[in-house]
């Protein structure tokens, strides 16, 4: 099973994403090397741009993600830098105070480092195995950002077979739990 997990990763990733509807617009581009000059270390690239028409405001994102990771086996540890600029109008007058206080243009600036465990047979669809995961998160105006807070997730997904009817045909169940704190 690790070695379905390990051949996955071995492949370069571009997705490109199209999301528009009447209250969301979004378009997000991303790639993935995972030997960074032939090492054993993966890059991430990724930027994106949102737009959400809200109850009482408008809110628009625009960003970009750079990750480095480096790959032990079944585990990875990865440095992730993040980007991006929140410009919240049109603010209702029943908007959140806390909305209000935010109307205009805010810069979020973070890092984060994880460290992540995944012994799922594929990444794509797993049928069995466990991903664990532990991310720390700190923003900061030291970094550029407007806002200064830190955030913990820790995440577990579990995954296994119920039935098999053929080779082809699972059923799969997944158990995902969410455990974290902000400040």
Not at 71 to 88: D, H, M, P, S, T
Not at 103 to 115: D, F, H
């Amino acid at each position: 099973a690790p070695l379905t997990t390990m051949l996955n990763e071995q492949r370069q990733l571009m997705s490109i994403r199209l999301a528009p509807s009447a209250k969301r617009q979004s378009f997000s581009i991303s790639f993935r090397e995972p030997y960074l000059f032939g090492l054993e270390y993966g890059l991430g690239l990724s930027a994106y741009n949102t737009r959400t028409e809200r109850e009482s405001w408008t809110e628009a994102r625009l960003g970009g993600r750079l990750t480095l990771d480096k790959r032990v086996e079944l585990w990875r540890f990865e440095l992730g830098y993040e980007a991006f600029r929140i410009r919240i109008t049109d603010v209702d007058t029943d908007a959140p105070v806390t909305i209000a206080s935010l109307e205009g243009t805010n810069v979020i600036s973070r890092i984060a480092p994880s460290i992540t465990f995944d012994a799922r047979d594929s990444t794509l669809y797993p049928s069995h195995g466990v991903k664990v995961s532990l991310t720390y998160e700190h923003a900061g105006q030291w970094l550029g950002g407007d806002f200064d807070f830190w955030k913990a997730v820790f995440d577990i997904d579990a995954y296994y077979t119920i039935l098999e009817t053929d080779e082809k045909l699972k059923h799969v169940a997944q158990f995902h739990l969410t455990v974290g704190r902000a400040e």
